[in-house]
């Protein structure tokens, strides 16, 4: 899981990568170098975009404006900020 996590200044970056229309919200291990995450949320007008904000935020324990998409607006593979939080405490929130 390390692969999936690059510490920064302002937090945490998660590499993700999203499977949309599933029966419920639920990280599900690796899929190469990122997190494998699956969302009820369908990939449409960007509900799977905030799903995956609102997924992560309850999960890294941070309000969901801590949580900015970086990178793959329109794209399975997504880049996500989590505010506020290291690398080590990421890695064992993900554990």
């Known amino acids: 899981m390390n692969s999936a996590l690059t510490e920064t200044q302002e937090g945490v970056i ?3 990568y999203v499977q949309p229309r599933a029966s419920r919200d639920e990280v599900v291990g690796m899929h190469g170098d990122a997190l494998r995450v699956r969302l009820t949320a369908p990939p449409v007008e960007g ?3 905030r799903r995956c904000r609102e997924f992560l935020a309850k999960l890294f324990g941070v309000p969901k404006s801590d949580v900015a998409l970086v990178s793959g607006d329109k794209s399975r ?3 996500l900020l989590i505010r506020g939080v290291d690398a080590a405490a990421a890695f064992e929130r993900l554990k």
């Open 77 to 79: 593979h997504k880049r």
């Open 14 to 16: 998660v590499a993700v």
């Open 47 to 49: 509900a799977a975009n």
